[in-house]
T-cell receptor, first 113, second 110 residues
Framework: DAGVIQSPRHEVTEMGQEVTLRCKPISGHNSLFWYRQTMMRGLELLIYFNNNVPIDDSGMPEDRFSAKMPNASFSTLKIQPSEPRDSAVYFC???????????FGPGTRLLVL | GQQLNQSPQSMFIQEGEDVSMNCTSSSIFNTWLWYKQDPGEGPVLLIALYKAGELTSNGRLTAQFGITRKDSFLNISASIPSDVGIYFCAGQKKVEDMRFGAGTRLTVKP
């Protein structure tokens, strides 16, 4: 079975550029989560959706970050403009329902120069 | 951020040895989860625990949800080289309140 799919796997960009990360959750899962992982802060929840609706975005660091989920099989996390301190691994995870075990994608490794 | 105390931070063991790691918190959780992360990959769910006192096995892995609901442990029996990786615990009270431990880095010497 296909797990959570993320693209791109790696992204290198210059400061000020727009970055869009993509995620396809596991089919049938109705909850989707975006995380950021750094050495300093570990895994941090940025935002999560239930039935395509954003429920809690209190973890989004700044207005430069935005996320959408236009349908049950696709979500994007956008950073505009990007800054070097945004460099991290960004994970998408999905679960069958809210509170259920979360299954992570392979992540997008972002480097902002 | 990380608000679970996970220990040990790292372990160096010989192939065939058993491994034990744990997570503790001052908070009560409704769910405990254990994940393994390989380099360049996302965390992979190993075991999910939903009830206090629950003891669950997955092959050579065994995990328990502490009776106090403030701790959990993960045991790996008869370790093999492919067990190498970083193991994370996660405690969840509600969806937006899932906390991760800092991870236990496991090295297995053949």
């Amino acid at each position: 079975d296909a797990g959570v799919i993320q693209s791109p796997r790696h992204e290198v960009t210059e400061m000020g550029q727009e970055v869009t990360l993509r995620c396809k959750p596991i089919s049938g899962h109705n909850s989707l989560f975006w995380y950021r992982q750094t050495m300093m802060r570990g895994l941090e929840l940025l935002i999560y959706f239930n039935n395509n609706v954003p429920i809690d975005d209190s973890g989004m660091p700044e207005d430069r970050f935005s996320a959408k989920m236009p349908n049950a099989s696709f979500s994007t996390l956008k950073i505009q403009p990007s800054e070097p301190r945004d460099s991290a691994v960004y994970f998408c995870a999905s679960s069958f329902n809210l509170g259920g075990a979360q299954y992570f994608g392979p992540g997008t490794r972002l480097l902002v120069l | 951020g990380q608000q679970l105390n996970q220990s040990p931070q790292s372990m160096f063991i010989q192939e065939g040895e058993d491994v034990s790691m744990n997570c503790t918190s001052s908070s009560i959780f409704n769910t405990w989860l254990w994940y393994k992360q390989d380099p360049g990959e996302g965390p992979v769910l190993l075991i999910a625990l939903y009830k206090a006192g629950e003891l669950t096995s997955n092959g050579r892995l065994t995990a328990q949800f502490g009776i106090t609901r403030k701790d959990s442990f993960l045991n790996i029996s008869a370790s093999i080289p492919s067990d190498v990786g970083i193991y994370f615990c996660a405690g969840q009270k509600k969806v937006e309140d899932m906390r991760f431990g800092a991870g236990t880095r496991l090295t297995v010497k053949p």
